[in-house]
């Protein structure tokens, strides 16, 4: 490229939040739209000249950044971090449009933290130095943290804190962590601390420091409680946010810094890391089964597809990771379709317990058809997106464990319980008589937002290799680099 395509691809959407202010307060959500949209077309070419072949990093833009302490400003793509660079400026978009009428106040101010996250999402997955990858984690935190304090539900204030509180405390071990491999190695790019060597003492508890963030972020049993607060007072784009992309932050640490970077702390606790994991499978699906609001329902449900996500890594086999870096991006887009979805009727009916909605393929049609699709898809039904990346999982389980397969296969049980489940509550059945005169269904701007979903939902059940054949190589090059 002659032309620094990451770069512009990562700041442009803070630009537009800057532009936000300029501009008259009416004009914000088609400023922020217009910026979205941008980002979303610019990073076209990333995708379009990379070379699935290769493991190695691609697009490489590098520049002297702060010489005194050997620190650069690096920023490349590989296989694993272009689908989740996709999944940000697509699901940026989306959120644009499921704000468009639910946000009357202070619209400037909210699009600006739109912006802002989307600017730290997508920087995180391409910067390829350790200082600038804790810059955009902690930028993250901002955008999130006002985006549920200000915009959200009646215990806002109480789930904002909550969340910054998690974040902070695991944030400050992993600063820790990079300040100490900066004295150990003097130098904090990825491939260069890949080549160091360090001592098995000092890799066992970096490992625990990084962990600490990682594992809030995903976020792993049993430092999970913050999650299920901040979707249900969040509002639908801050949701879609926290599911679609920022629970795969964590989990992508692990793939870009802690088995790459720390080999040895990774033999030390990958045993926990497993029992962990499938603790949060079993866990998340019975805390699930016995929600009454929808919104902390498909939060808790993302406790136990998280789950996944950590036991098909931990495996450390090629179809464990693999599958578990598919299920990222499934999780990130189910997820997200199952937030816009109750996102769009809460405009309506200004509830979100499951015992106020029923019968509601009576008066919703096209908003059940979306619903089906989506609830099936989080089920794991053959045929549609999570199916192959749990497949996948449960083949690196058992090549693991018998055991870590049987609870994964438990949980998978009772996935398709709680989704079936909540879809029955809320779509079939007489229709409740407080819907009585209100218009639940879509319209053209709201099926305009779901249909990106449902059709990756549809393509990649129908043909996973589309994202497979860019993760065998890094993965392949991820595990070569493992002890025995």
């Excluded at 400050?172 to 100490?180: A, D, E, K, Q, R």
């Excluded at 430092?223 to 007072?233: G, I, K, Y």
């Amino acid at each position: 490229m002659t032309w620094h395509v990451l770069t512009v691809t990562t700041f442009l959407p803070l630009v537009g939040a800057l532009l936000l202010f300029a501009g008259p307060a009416r004009f914000a959500r088609w400023i922020a739209l217009v910026t979205t949209v941008a980002t979303l077309a610019i990073s076209i070419p990333i995708y379009t000249t990379f070379d699935k072949s290769s493991a190695a990093l691609q697009l490489v833009e590098s520049a002297d950044w702060i010489p005194a302490w050997n620190i650069g400003y690096g920023m490349a793509v590989d296989g694993i971090s272009l689908p989740f660079i996709f999944l940000a400026t697509l699901l940026s978009v989306l959120c644009i449009g499921v704000s468009w009428t639910a946000i009357r106040t202070r619209e400037r101010e909210f699009y600006a933290a739109l912006l802002v996250a989307e600017t730290a999402m997508i920087g995180l997955f391409a910067a390829t130095n350790l200082f600038l990858f804790f810059v955009f984690w902690e930028l993250m935190v901002v955008p999130m943290f006002l985006l549920i304090g200000v915009w959200g539900g009646p215990r806002r204030v109480y789930s904002a804190v909550k969340f910054l509180l998690f974040t902070l405390t695991g944030s400050v071990l992993m600063l820790v962590g990079v300040i100490s491999l900066h004295t150990m190695c003097g130098t904090l790019d990825f491939r260069e601390l890949a080549n160091a060597t360090l001592e098995p003492e000092a890799q066992g508890w970096l490992f625990a420091a990084f962990l600490a963030a990682f594992a809030v972020k995903v976020p792993m049993f049993p430092v999970h409680t913050w999650l299920p607060d901040a979707h249900t007072e969040a509002p639908t784009a801050g949701s879609v946010i926290l599911a679609g992309v920022l629970l795969k932050m964590g989990a992508y640490g692990f793939l870009r810094v802690s088995i790459p970077v720390l080999p040895l702390g990774v033999e030390v606790f990958v045993t926990p890391m497993l029992v962990t994991s499938a603790v949060a499978i079993v866990y998340g699906a019975y805390m699930t089964l016995i929600q009454t609001d929808v919104k902390r329902l498909i939060a808790f449900s993302s406790v136990g597809h998280m789950g996944f996500v950590t036991l098909g890594i931990f495996t450390l086999t090629q179809n464990g990771v693999e599958g578990a870096i598919l299920q990222m991006l499934n999780h990130g887009i189910v997820s997200a379709a199952l937030f816009l979805c109750v996102g769009m009727i809460y405009e309506r009916t200004h509830t979100r317990e499951i015992k106020d909605y029923g019968g509601v393929s009576r008066i919703a049609p096209i908003y059940c058809v979306f619903l089906t699709l989506f609830c099936l898809a989080a089920a794991g039904f053959p045929g549609l997106n999570s199916f192959i990346s749990e497949f996948l999982v449960l083949s690196g389980a058992f090549e693991t464990s018998g055991w870590l397969g049987g609870a994964a296969i438990w949980g998978i049980a009772l996935g398709a319980t709680y989704m079936i489940w909540l879809y029955y509550r809320v779509v079939m059945g007489p229709p409740n008589p407080g819907l009585e005169g209100k218009s639940l269904e879509l319209n053209a701007r709201e099926v305009a937002t779901l249909l990106p979903l449902a059709a990756l939902a549809l393509v990649l059940g129908v043909y996973p290799e589309f994202v497979l054949s860019y993760l065998h190589a890094p993965v392949e090059l991820l595990l070569a680099g493992l002890a025995p």
